[in-house]
């Protein structure tokens, strides 16, 4: 009996180990670190867990009305819908947000507001694996939906 627990912990902890050393990888690469600061480019890598607003991926950028605090106010209140989304990093203009699936895997979205233009595009992808079983397309399908039922 004791020897089951032992080989239950140890799988939980090497588990830990493996799942956390690769969380801290950029995503589809398994070798870089996660940038720290905003991103300057939104392109997705080759993979098939990534989706992003511009072209080729389906998606338009967000679109607000108002100046770059109000849209990323309506970007901040519809990410409050979402209990599994964690905000990371940001400055005046960008959101790094972390969602966590029920499963324990994390996704990166990427926010990034154009002041004046009235627009934010963002890029979703996998921390983990190269596909996502279209995880990412459909949360960012929903969420679009969300944010431009904010504004009404």
């Not at 511009?54 to 209140?77: E, K, V």
Request: glycine residues 8%; contains cysteine.
């Amino acid at each position: 009996m004791q020897t089951h627990a032992f080989k239950v912990c140890a799988l939980a902890l090497l588990t830990t180990l493996v799942l956390g050393a690769c969380a801290a990888q950029e995503p589809g690469t398994g070798s870089k670190p996660v940038p720290t600061a905003r991103p300057t480019d939104l392109n997705c890598p080759r993979t098939s867990n990534c989706v992003n607003s511009l072209a080729g991926s389906g998606f338009s950028s967000l679109r607000f009305t108002g100046d770059a605090a109000q849209g990323m106010a309506r970007l901040r209140a519809t990410l409050a819908t979402y209990p599994e989304a964690t905000i990371v990093r940001s400055d005046a203009l960008w959101l790094e947000v972390i969602f966590t699936t029920t499963l324990g895997f994390r996704d990166q979205v990427d926010f990034v507001l154009t002041a004046g233009s009235g627009e934010i595009n963002f890029r979703s992808q996998s921390l983990l694996g190269h596909y996502d079983f279209g995880k990412n397309r459909s949360r960012i399908t929903a969420f679009s939906e969300r944010f431009a039922a904010q504004a009404r």
